[in-house]
């Protein structure tokens, strides 16, 4: 996978975005478009969609501070089809105009182009195990918040701290599927979404297709499948930030596994706050 992330990284150099079926590219590589940019993000901190734009505009940004005569001749050929469109993607990554980094020289922001690297030591000592489960039907709170890559998310801190004690223990009761116990379900992500793209959070459990679901709490379906289930503990958030990232470096570029759509799910059986014992739940299938 990751001679593939390279192979991905230089067709874009040497053809650029406007030709780039990722699809197309995925299936002659034996995976998955989804897969696939779902690692790219995991890996490059960024969703591919984004890698193209700055690099794309790192480009145009060099060409335009060069002393390219026509600006018009830049967008085009970097597959704007008009200076208005060219103009406002161009200070989204370089925070001026084409104009005035003509007159100016900059500063602009360069995106070098990215070469991944698979790391030989494991960062992060990791037990999995591959489950099939029938379909999910996943029952609690949920809330629209802000996708955040690092640290603690404020807006779903708020939310947990707001659900009282009693609604925990009622919901517990209500488990009667696996995973068990008190889930922390993050709805499926496009794999291109951006920091900040507003997400489905959902703290509750996991109940048989054919339990009672009182009226007052969200429903979520996952399709049937494997799973690949990591376990971890240590300091919380970080230690489950770090293993999100390990199984994209260290465990599915060599293992028979692919990511499917579906929710990721953080199952906690110790927690006091600062530290974590919990299981990462990932939908997979085979390769």
């Known amino acids: 996978m990751i001679g593939t992330l390279n192979e991905l990284v230089d067709v874009i150099e040497r053809e650029g975005a406007e030709g780039l079926d990722v699809a197309a590219f995925a299936r002659r590589h034996g995976t998955t478009e989804y897969h696939l940019r779902r690692l790219f993000s ?24 060069a002393g390219a005569p026509n600006v018009l001749d830049v967008a085009v050929r970097h597959g704007y089809g008009s200076l208005e469109a060219f103009g406002r993607a161009f200070r989204a990554v370089h925070g001026i105009s084409p104009m005035d980094a003509r007159r100016q020289g900059g500063p602009l922001r360069t995106q070098p182009a990215l070469r991944f690297r698979l790391s030989v030591e494991g960062r992060i000592p990791m037990d999995v195990t591959i489950t099939s489960l029938p379909e999910l039907v996943l029952i609690g709170h949920a809330i629209e918040a802000p996708l955040i890559h690092e640290g603690v998310n404020p807006r779903i801190q708020e939310h947990i701290a707001s659900i009282a004690p009693e609604e925990h223990l009622r919901l517990k009761r209500l488990g009667d599927a696996e995973p068990a116990g008190i889930l922390a379900v993050t709805g499926d992500v496009d794999p291109d979404a951006p920091e900040g793209t507003m997400l489905t959070y959902l703290h509750g459990v996991s109940v048989r297709p054919s339990s009672d679901v009182p009226a007052d709490l969200e429903v979520m379906t996952v399709d049937a499948g494997a799973w690949a289930v990591f376990t971890a503990n240590g300091p919380f958030p970080e230690t489950l930030q770090s293993l999100w990232a390990a199984t994209a470096t260290e465990w599915f570029p060599s293992q028979p596994w692919r990511l499917r759509p579906g929710p990721s799910i953080v199952r906690y059986l110790e927690f006091t706050g600062t530290h974590a014992s919990c299981e990462l739940w990932l939908a997979v299938e085979p390769t």
């Open 42 to 65: 995991s890996l490059a901190g960024m969703p591919l969609s984004e890698y193209i734009r700055r690099r794309r505009m790192s480009l145009a940004g060099a060409e335009i501070v």
